[in-house]
């Protein structure tokens, strides 16, 4: 998972990797960005008004690696997906 302007350098590193990459962004052109030249396998739009819902099936297999950034209702949101034993990379809580 990668929100933000340094979560998509955090998206770059894991498709270099081999990871499975989910973003989080706000907005249609951040989001498409993301998914179409950055190469992010899914992008989940926290704007959206079916934000919580499409998150929860987009993750429904779990989370291994988080990259977080902002903290707050996402971060809250994200928690209750993690993968036992998954990893979260927390470079602040701005949220």
Same mark, same amino acid.
């Given at each position: 998972?990668?929100?933000?302007?340094?979560g998509?350098?955090?998206?770059?590193?894991?498709?270099?990797? %081999? /990871?499975?990459? !989910?973003?989080i962004?706000?907005?249609? $052109?951040?989001?498409?960005? &993301? +998914?179409?030249?950055? %190469? /992010?396998?899914? !992008?989940v739009d926290?704007?959206?008004? $079916?934000?919580a819902?499409? &998150? +929860?099936?987009?993750?429904?297999g779990?989370v291994d690696?988080?990259?977080?950034?902002?903290?707050?209702?996402?971060?809250?949101?994200?928690?209750?997906?993690?993968n036992?034993?998954?990893?979260?990379a927390?470079?602040?809580?701005?949220?």
């Amino acid at each position: 998972m990668c929100r933000g302007a340094v979560g998509s350098i955090a998206c770059q590193i894991a498709l270099i990797t %081999g /990871c499975k990459v !989910v973003a989080i962004a706000g907005g249609k $052109d951040k989001c498409e960005w &993301l +998914k179409n030249d950055i %190469g /992010c396998h899914e !992008v989940v739009d926290y704007k959206a008004p $079916d934000f919580a819902n499409v &998150l +929860k099936t987009t993750l429904k297999g779990g989370v291994d690696a988080v990259f977080e950034n902002v903290g707050g209702e996402i971060l809250d949101l994200i928690l209750t997906r993690l993968n036992k034993n998954a990893r979260i990379a927390l470079c602040g809580a701005i949220s």
